[in-house]
């Protein structure tokens, strides 16, 4: 687990480069193209949600392969070290604390300087819903929102699938690269709408089952972040067992229920998409007033969850490698 910890602070340092060769984008290309194949708007919905499945198997055979194939060109070098490098390098690819640290801080700062205009077109890059006409509450909540449900799919499952690659050892980066393929496939075609509705149900019910232990271990790990960094951590256990099933996905309840309550802060409500509006289930009490200061306070949460993480996974490693556990 050290090669985990290493892509962190690679992270830390470098950030998530932008470019088009970065290996998630080409990722997201190669599901563009395979759609561009596979979806037939006349296809009956049996047949829309074989060719999404196929889509899905194609796409993570495909990223199988590749990683696997670099990792196993390193490896005819024999040096361990060299090894360990590019695993570290790799796996820095599939997690992005920093940019989303990067992104919070920036809508904070907008914020604090009462540019709503600014915040509002750059809270539009992080969030699917209507931005034009949000407060600055309704932007802090969307901030947060979207930190705490992130800091599962883009830092804590990638690195829970690595660990489970590296403690069966089956390679952990492969399976971190899995998981974020299937995690951009939920992205581009995971959605209830007229076309993604059957073609992209396997990706979406894929998403789900993976994301299942690590939202659970990111909901528990805010609560003990939460009392580490001093915040209502007694809230935040209450919240995330009362709150976390409201979420309409099985996972995103419990990072945001958790936050919600250790911040004393309430999440979800109206949001509108392409002018309508929709309802989700309110998680948390509204003690607070949201505002821009819950924004670092939530980066503050999953910087510390997912440091605790990485310290409770080397330990086990530990331990399983010398056969305590």
């Known amino acids: 687990m050290i090669t985990a910890i290493a892509a962190f602070l690679i992270d830390a340092v470098v950030g998530d480069p932008r470019s088009n060769l970065h290996p998630v984008v080409l990722i997201g290309r190669l599901i563009a193209?395979?759609?561009?194949?596979?979806?037939?708007?006349?296809?009956?919905?049996?047949?829309?949600?074989?060719?999404?499945?196929?889509?899905?198997?194609?796409?993570?055979?495909?990223?199988?392969?590749?990683?696997?194939?670099?990792?196993?060109?390193?490896?005819?070098?024999?040096?361990?070290?060299?090894t360990m490098a590019v695993e570290a390098f790799?796996?820095?690819?599939?997690?992005?604390?920093?940019?989303?640290?990067?992104?919070?801080?920036?809508?904070?700062?907008?914020?604090?300087?009462?540019?709503?205009?600014?915040?509002?077109?750059?809270?539009?890059?992080?969030?699917?819903?209507?931005?034009?006409?949000?407060?600055?509450?309704?932007?802090?909540?969307?901030?947060?929102?979207?930190?705490?449900?992130?800091?599962?799919?883009?830092?804590?499952?990638?690195?829970?699938?690595?660990?489970?690659?590296?403690?069966?050892?089956?390679?952990?980066?492969?399976?971190?690269?899995?998981?974020?393929?299937?995690?951009?496939l939920d992205s581009m075609i995971g959605y209830k709408n007229d076309r993604y509705l059957y073609f992209g149900r396997v990706a979406a019910r894929s998403d789900d089952v993976l994301g299942y232990i690590p939202a659970r271990i990111t909901g528990i790990l805010f609560v003990v972040s939460a009392l580490i960094l001093g915040f209502d951590w007694k809230q935040a256990w209450k919240i995330l067992r009362r709150d976390a099933a409201k979420h309409p996905s099985p996972n995103g309840g419990w990072a945001e229920a958790s936050v919600a309550g250790a911040l004393h802060i309430r999440l979800g409500g109206y949001n509108s998409y392409f002018g309508k509006m929709h309802f989700r289930a309110y998680m948390g009490d509204p003690i607070e007033e949201l505002a821009n200061t819950h924004?670092?306070?939530?980066?503050?949460?999953?910087?510390?969850?997912?440091?605790?993480?990485?310290?409770?996974?080397?330990?086990?490693?530990?331990?399983?490698?010398?056969?305590?556990?």
């Open 295 to 325: 924004i670092m306070q939530t980066i503050r949460l999953m910087y510390t969850d997912t440091i605790l993480f990485l310290i409770i996974s080397h330990i086990a490693f530990v331990l399983w490698s010398i056969g305590v556990c």
């Open 90 to 184: 790799l796996l820095s690819f599939t997690i992005s604390p920093k940019s989303l640290a990067a992104a919070g801080k920036e809508l904070h700062d907008y914020l604090a300087v009462d540019d709503l205009d600014q915040a509002r077109f750059k809270v539009g890059w992080i969030v699917g819903r209507d931005t034009d006409k949000l407060d600055a509450g309704e932007i802090s909540r969307a901030t947060v929102e979207t930190i705490a449900e992130n800091t599962v799919d883009g830092v804590i499952a990638p690195l829970f699938f690595f660990a489970v690659g590296s403690f069966l050892s089956i390679g952990g980066v492969e399976l971190a690269f899995l998981y974020r393929a299937v995690n951009t």
């Open 33 to 82: 193209g395979l759609e561009r194949m596979l979806y037939l708007k006349e296809d009956s919905n049996n047949r829309q949600i074989i060719a999404g499945g196929l889509l899905v198997i194609v796409v993570l055979v495909f990223t199988f392969l590749a990683v696997n194939g670099i990792m196993n060109i390193i490896g005819l070098a024999g040096n361990g070290y060299l």
